[in-house]
């Protein structure tokens, strides 16, 4: 079946200058858009024409358009990444829109991601974390042989599910408290789950929620918005995995 | 230990913890309060609350009890203030994931309004029993025992309509927060994961439907019986 054409959305968008500058949204007309058409590629139509009409083109994230960067951070109609559950906005579709819609998109609204420019904001907060001990640090050797290092196949299914995380801010985004607790908790978990990870396991957690605690992140109050937002499902789950290694951590001390 | 009780997580065990305390307690106060309806005479309800008022051991938990409450509302205070200051931008659009309703995205307010419930109730009970006195709490003797007769304490009160409403919507606000809050204490502390997290919100439900309709059951009873 061919896609259908909307004739005409509005666009109602959150325009900043800069960091420092007054936000403000502006509405946008968009005429002739295929049901077919991705999210971001609405929007760089929308761009081309104000581009020819000698305006400001809006400023959003982009980068693979296949799901798996994490950068298209947008909050639309009242959901991060959309309407549509399991995507990125880069892999929504205007299907997902009808005709005559207005559609309302605004930054990721959290202290620990200040707005850049219109739709960007700066994530390098989740960077920090990362950097506060997201990573293995011990010598593993070089490439082992197949099994050489046994691997229960749940813990391997689970310390995977952890690592799709691709760090967008969905969770930060949608929960009320602006929490980071999922994101920390799928790094700290994808390590958790695996004899390489486990030497430094305490050490991360601490560090990674000293880091979060800093950074101006609010407190988890287990809603469970973040996994429903999860463009990759991630669970809840692991967030009871890092308040485990965390308190056990702190108590071992 | 200070840095602990200041982390996002060390705050959270510690409302964990006192919450599952309260429950403890509101467990046993159901089952207490129950007697008012198992006996019309009023004695076994009154021998009840004098075992609970001579008891050595509830004694000693009285003033770790209304430690815990306050431990419970202070904090809960501190991490409230924290999360809205980690959005100082609202969403023009909201959001509409978890339906305005939902337990979890109101525990602040339902705990304030138990919190201005406990209020009214310790000013009903406690307070006159303890402290003031009330021309209703004559003595009685049970069983050879001489004891407060607070069945007519308690039943004066429930002959209110106003005062049964209040009751009823305190009981029914202490299950919606408990609904959520159950469960969640123990994914805070940890003892939870993919499998029993359902379980623990199975549960966490039904008890906050057994205390919503336990104790709202008893005013009901007072007011449809007398």
């Known amino acids: 079946m061919a896609d259908q054409i909307l004739n005409k959305i509005y666009v109602k968008v959150w325009r900043q200058n800069s960091p420092k500058a007054k936000g403000r949204f502006e509405t946008y007309t968009v005429e002739n858009v295929s049901q077919g058409s991705s999210f971001l590629e609405m929007i760089d139509i929308l761009n081309d024409k104000l581009i020819l009409d000698g305006k400001d083109p809006i400023a959003f994230d982009h980068d693979c358009r296949e799901g798996i960067c994490g950068m298209c951070s947008m909050y639309i109609n009242g959901h991060a990444h959309g309407p549509d559950t399991e995507v990125t906005t880069c892999q929504l579709h205007m299907r997902k829109f009808h005709e005559g819609q207005t559609i309302v998109i605004e930054p990721w609204r959290s202290a620990a991601f200040p707005v850049i420019k219109d739709l960007m904001v700066d994530r390098s907060a989740f960077e920090k974390i990362q950097q506060a001990g997201g990573y293995v640090s011990v010598n593993t050797g070089g490439v082992p042989d197949g099994n050489t290092i046994l691997i229960r196949q749940e813990d391997a299914e689970e310390a995977m599910d952890a690592a799709a995380c691709i760090g967008c801010g969905a969770c930060v985004a949608t929960c009320k408290n602006s929490s980071a607790m999922l994101f920390v908790a799928a790094k700290v978990s994808q390590f958790a789950k695996l004899p390489q990870g486990k030497i430094e396991a305490k050490k991360r957690a601490k560090a990674m929620v000293a880091k979060m605690d800093e950074l101006g992140f609010g407190n988890c109050t287990n809603t469970g918005a973040c996994e429903m937002a999860c463009p990759k499902s991630i669970s809840i789950a692991h967030i009871a995995r890092l308040n485990r290694e965390y308190l056990t951590a702190r108590f071992s001390d | 230990m200070s840095s602990f009780l200041s982390a996002s997580i060390g705050r959270k065990f ?65 991490i409230t203030l924290d999360n809205m200051r980690a959005r100082p931008q609202k969403y023009a659009y909201g959001d509409s994931l978890l339906s305005w309703w939902a337990p979890s995205k109101n525990m602040f307010i339902l705990g304030a309004l138990v919190l201005t419930f406990l209020v009214i109730h310790i000013m009903n009970f406690w307070v006159k029993m303890k402290l003031t006195g009330d021309p209703l709490l004559t003595n009685v003797t049970v069983g050879g025992v001489e004891m407060h007769n607070a069945y007519a304490l308690v039943s004066a009160l429930f002959r209110n309509p106003l005062y049964d409403l209040i009751y009823v919507l305190g009981g029914i606000l202490v299950g919606l927060h408990i609904s959520h809050g159950f469960w969640s204490a123990f994914q805070t502390i940890g003892l939870s994961n993919q499998i029993w997290i359902s379980r623990l919100k199975t549960v966490a439900v039904t008890i906050g439907v057994v205390f919503g309709v336990g104790f709202s059951y008893i005013p009901l009873y007072f007011l449809i019986k007398f």
């Open chain 2, 14 to 78: 510690l409302m964990s913890l006192t919450g599952l305390f309260l429950v403890s307690f509101l467990c046993i106060h159901l089952t207490l309060n129950l007697f008012l309806t198992f006996d019309d005479s009023g004695d076994l309800f009154n021998q009840a609350a004098h075992f609970m008022a001579t008891n050595p051991f509830i004694r000693v938990m009285e003033p770790l009890l209304a430690l815990g409450f306050v431990i419970h509302i202070i904090w809960s205070g501190l």
